[in-house]
């Protein structure tokens, strides 16, 4: 049986959706992946797509609100930013809850090249240390 794992952030467009998305291609035997945000933005960053997209990662999820999951039991929450870490709601509290703080690309400014590389080197970020929480978390239960 896999397990639950729930990606969150504030506005569940780049970070959490990035997150989702790499577990479920690469843990996906072991977890099942979902994202929400604590005040979800209602869309997914087109670069966040386009990054996934690079590696081979096809996005086809949308922005989610938390209160989405209130009746899911998550094995593992994972607060991917500091302000979801800060206001992650009680009734989330029942599984094992994680923090992998990732800068917002989405707040990056300059040309499109410089953008993107940080939304890259972002993506690449989450894909290392959400295959390493993951992998750890599903040998030691």
């Not at 959490?16 to 945000?37: L, T, V």
């Not at 809850?97 to 090249?113: I, K, M, Q, S, Y």
């Not at 690449?124 to 390493?132: G, P, S």
């Amino acid at each position: 049986m896999r397990r639950k794992v729930l990606f969150l952030c504030t506005g569940n467009s780049c970070r959490s959706q990035m997150a989702e998305d790499i577990a479920n291609a690469r843990q996906g035997e072991s977890w099942e992946a979902y994202s929400a945000g604590t005040q979800p933005a209602g869309y997914v960053h087109p670069l966040a797509v386009r990054v996934l997209g690079e590696i081979g990662i096809q996005h086809e999820g949308h922005s989610k609100c938390a209160d989405e999951y209130r009746d899911v039991a998550f094995d593992l929450v994972v607060t991917v930013c500091d302000d979801a870490a800060e206001n992650c709601p009680v009734w989330l509290g029942k599984g094992r809850r994680v923090h992998l703080g990732f800068p917002d690309p989405a707040r990056v400014t300059g040309n499109e090249e410089e953008v993107l590389a940080i939304f890259r080197e972002v993506r690449d970020d989450i894909a290392a240390q959400v295959n390493e929480l993951l992998a750890r978390a599903a040998s030691t239960t």
